[in-house]
Nanobody, 127 residues
Framework: QVQLVESGGGLVQAGGSLRLSCAASGRTFSSYTMGWFRQAPGKEREFIAYISWSGRNTYYADYADSVKGRFTISRDNAKNTVYLQMNSLKREDTAVYYC?????????????????WGQGTQVTVSS
C-alpha cells in the first residue's frame, strides 16, 4: 500500500496554469503506474492521464474537450512524486483532482486498475 497526498490546487483564471503534485510514501513508488483523475460537481470521476513506472510511457484521455495537448503528466521517482502540469485551463476543468497508484494491471484508463488513491485537491477555474 502507498499513501498519496496531492497538492497544488487552487483558484486560477481561465487561460492560466497550475501544476499539481502527488507525493507518495513507501519505497516501491518507482514500481507503480500512476494516474490522475478528476471529478467535477455532479459528475462521475473521469480519467485524465497515466504514466508508467519508468516514465517512458504516458497516455492521455482523448474524449471530446479533453485535456490532451493541454495537460502533461510526469514523475520523479527520486522524489516519489508524480506531477500534472495543466495549461490553458478552462472553466470546465474545475474539479477535484485525484492521483492514484496501480501495483499491476491493465486498462489504466479505468478506476479499477488502481489500488490506492489520494484525498484529492480542488482546482477552480474562473472566467
Amino acid at each position: 500500500q502507498v499513501q498519496l497526498v496531492e497538492s497544488g490546487g487552487g483558484l486560477v483564471q481561465a487561460g492560466g496554469s497550475l501544476r499539481l503534485s502527488c507525493a507518495a510514501s513507501g519505497r516501491t513508488f518507482s514500481s507503480y503506474t500512476m494516474g490522475w483523475f478528476r471529478q467535477a460537481p455532479g459528475k462521475e470521476r473521469e480519467f485524465i492521464a497515466y504514466i508508467s513506472w519508468s516514465g517512458r510511457n504516458t497516455y492521455y484521455a482523448d474524449y471530446a474537450d479533453s485535456v490532451k495537448g493541454r495537460f502533461t503528466i510526469s514523475r520523479d521517482n527520486a522524489k516519489n512524486t508524480v506531477y500534472l502540469q495543466m495549461n490553458s485551463l478552462k472553466r470546465e476543468d474545475t474539479a477535484v483532482y485525484y492521483c492514484a497508484a496501480s501495483r499491476s494491471g491493465t486498462y489504466y484508463y479505468t478506476e479499477r486498475a488502481y489500488n490506492d488513491w489520494g484525498q484529492g485537491t480542488q482546482v477552480t477555474v474562473s472566467s
